[in-house]
């Protein structure tokens, strides 16, 4: 083993080339040989246009106004775009997106005017080009776009709120929610001195919504909640108990703690039915939302041995990885295991049982558990975030919309600067009305946190209610999916839907009678998440729903009075992995990218035998994600049969990475390659949540291709989960379903069991694409691919040949725990 370890290659910088661009293709005629229904289409997208100017000219507050174009499913793609004829950037400009295809359009009575002066233009009849013989349709790109348009529609009032006012008002009586709403905007407002630079509708639409407010009466409290580039732009405004002049602050700002004083929050149902009518018609406003409830994840705890724990001290001599708990504190008990603490909440605020359990499977897993559930060895310093105070005792601390996350934000930079942590458990979840939909805040807020501070939030799934547990899993496979098909309201919770970091599901321990092995427990929640990438994505034991007489819930810890007690839930998966990557990184020298940490763990993770059968395919990546991670020592040290290679880089405008080698000499027979290939990426491409779905702006995706006679290289490698029959649609929406298109993360591998010829020249490529209108950043996208081949037999000495074929080719690649003291990116 001790020869065999991943691979990380120094000089892949070598291996950059100019990027081949084809371009999207032609054309498309959506209405080639149906030109009257093309006229009716036209006439119908200029008359929508013209009501929505009807609309402008007697608004009140500005002349501006944004509207919803969907697209036709066969016009996702970014080649089909109504944006260089139609909707053009110094026209009518696409400011955002909801759901998938659907995009938000900033219009004038002027750009009105001119719009239709230009679909009026478009050929009425269709065009044919010959090509080899055959007749094809050939459109001009003006009505290519405008037979993309499925639909134009003004944004009203009805598209800004899900909720009654009594909800609401119910809603925003509990302490824990601040009281305030949050405002979303198509736009941010600038800063007031630049206000005299902005044209006169852009002056009146700022200008009209702030003066609006502050018409509505005294105590009125209105702040900013997110800032910077690709954030929403969301304001929190809450009605207060007092005879202030309204308060309004254009930038955020973080100044939690207890002593400041905290305002009543006016619950008259009057006032908030007058406020939410004049949200509801401003143009500016694009969503009204009601504020979660930051909770812990409910979890179930019991004492089963009742028998105390005695807690050795850490050896001096020893270093040991680093976890931060983010939660309600963590008990004293564990002395100089916990080497730092933020210390906000008192300790008469504290609920520490939750904090100290997971501390407790951080430090000494294994030991209570055994490596079945704990992979990792036993050792770990901790650092106690204590932000989250117990539930009545919230609106001491915080009082301003999602206030927790400004303070959560500081103390990440403080503690990684005093300990150099940067895995953070997080088995904290986010309650939220009814009414709310999407990509959540809390979420966006984690990945801007991570991404800044080079961390990685790892976070529960969340558990169901009591009355939403399912059955527990079965033996068989299609009572299985009956189970699942009848389960409601198991969705994953927010914020685990959180691209930027790691979300976790829980699974049966082995070993109790009755109880499924590493099947899903029958509390865990549940994805698919949005239309990105998987989520969750990964599971671990979190211990049995259901409680067995002898071991209870099968996953032991401790409490604040150092007893062994027995537990279970989501929380409680989570620690084990954070623990894997935390190993990783104490593993490895020097800093560790982001991209590397994840990916390492991605790539090793296995599928438990309870939900690795071609049946579950379709619904196992919606509850385990890519499965169990390995632990560190395995993953780092590998096996002989097989070679693992890690490239870590940017993609940068105009190239590609292209890595040319020879399969290794053991798995080619006859001139055919043999063995298993698994390919993993994962990349920090630029996010803008105000494009809702399309929030992913840039899609960095790798392929392994092989050298055909003609000279091309073929795609070898499928994604992982993809249906048998193969993936072959084009359809924009089936590729982000079973190809990971615009995820992040993404995953494909194959076995060849038969080899795959005619040559054994291969070449790992990692290309781009961007949305319409978005150019790679100057610094590039961080990406890391990594590449293992192996032999499904163990027996070749794959490692070997590779490392001998690399070294003919001038290709420095090194064990990765020590690159770092050679290259600065690993």
Known sequence: MANSPVQIVLNSDAFIEALENHGGGPSKDFFAGNDTEFIEHRDNIQNRLNEIKSMQLVNSFTKISYAKVTLKQAALAKSHRPTSQVFKRDVAPVIGAGDLGELFIELSPESIDKINTKVGQAETETRYKDKNGKAEPNPSRLRSEIGAIDEIEPYTASDKRNFSVKEAVE????????????????????????????????????????????NLGKGIFVSRVTAGQGSSVVFGIRLENNNLSPIIQLHSSSNAGKFEDKKSIDLNLKRHDELLQYLGNHPLVKK???????????????????????????????????????????????????????????????NEDHGTFIAGLAIFGQQLNGE????????????????????????????????????????????????GVR?????????????????????????????????????????????DVRKEWPSDHFDAL??????RNDGIKKPAE??????????????????????????????????????????????SGTSHPTFGHGLLSIDPNSKIVDGCGTSYAAPNVAKTLASLDHSIEGIVSRETLI????????????????????????LIGFGIPNGSEDILNGDSSAITLVFANRVISGHKMSFKFSWPSSLVRDGKCFGHAKLTIVSTPRFDYRYGSEFVRINIDAALRQLQRNGNYK????????????????????????????????VYEKTFPRGVGPSTEWKLDVEYLSRDGVAIPSAGVPFTAILTISDPDSEKPVFNDMRQMLQSLGVQAVDIKTAARIVPRV
């Not at 865990?524 to 969750?536: A, D, H, T």
């Not at 982000?736 to 298109?741: L, N, T, V, W």
Request: aromatic share 10%; proline share 6%.
């Open 599 to 622: 990916g390492l763990g991605i790539h090793h993770a296995v599928l438990p035998e309870s939900l690795n059968d071609k049946n579950l395919r379709n619904v196992t990546k919606h």
């Open 498 to 543: 959180s691209c930027r970091n790691i979300s976790v599901s829980a699974l049966n321990p082995p070993n109790i009678e009755g109880i499924v092995p590493y099947a899903l427990s029958n509390y865990s929640c549940r994805g698919p998440g949005l239309r990105v990438g998987l989520k969750p994505d990964f599971a671990h034991v979190g211990g």
């Open 715 to 746: 795609g070898r490698l499928n994604a992982i989960y993809t249906p048998e029959d193969g993936d072959g649609s084009s359809f924009e929406k089936d590729q982000i379903e079973h190809s990971f298109k615009w995820s992040p993360v993404k």
């Open 288 to 350: 009204i939302t009601l504020p979660p409830i930051i909770t812990q994840s409910s979890t179930t705890k019991s004492k089963t041995k009742g028998e105390n724990f005695n807690i050795p001290e850490p050896n001096d001599k020893d270093s040991y990885p680093k976890i931060c708990v983010v939660d309600g504190g963590v008990s004293n008990i564990y002395g100089n295991w916990i080497e730092d603490r933020w210390g906000l909440i008192s300790e008469s605020d504290k």
């Open 423 to 467: 895995i953070f458990n997080f088995s904290l979840n986010i309650e939220e009305h009814a009414s709310t939909t999407g990509y959540s805040i809390p979420a966006q807020i984690l990945d801007k946190i991570a991404e800044e501070n080079d961390v990685v939030f790892v976070i529960s799934a969340g558990n169901t209610n009591s009355r």
């Open 482 to 487: 009956k189970i699942l098909a009848s389960s």
């Open 372 to 419: 079945a559930i704990c992979r990792e060895i036993d050792g770990c310093k901790i650092i106690d975030l204590d932000i989250l105070p117990r539930g009545e005792k919230y609106n001491l601390y915080y009082s301003k919309p999602l206030e927790f996350f400004n303070e959560l934000e500081t103390a990440v930079q403080e503690l990684k600067a005093r300990t």
């Open 171 to 214: 809603w925003l009586s509990k302490p824990q929610t601040g009281g305030s709403y949050m405002i979303e905007l198509f736009e941010a407002p600038p800063s007031r001195h630049d206000w005299d630079l902005l044209s006169k509708y852009k002056f009146d639409l700022f200008n009209s919504f702030f003066q609006g407010i502050e």
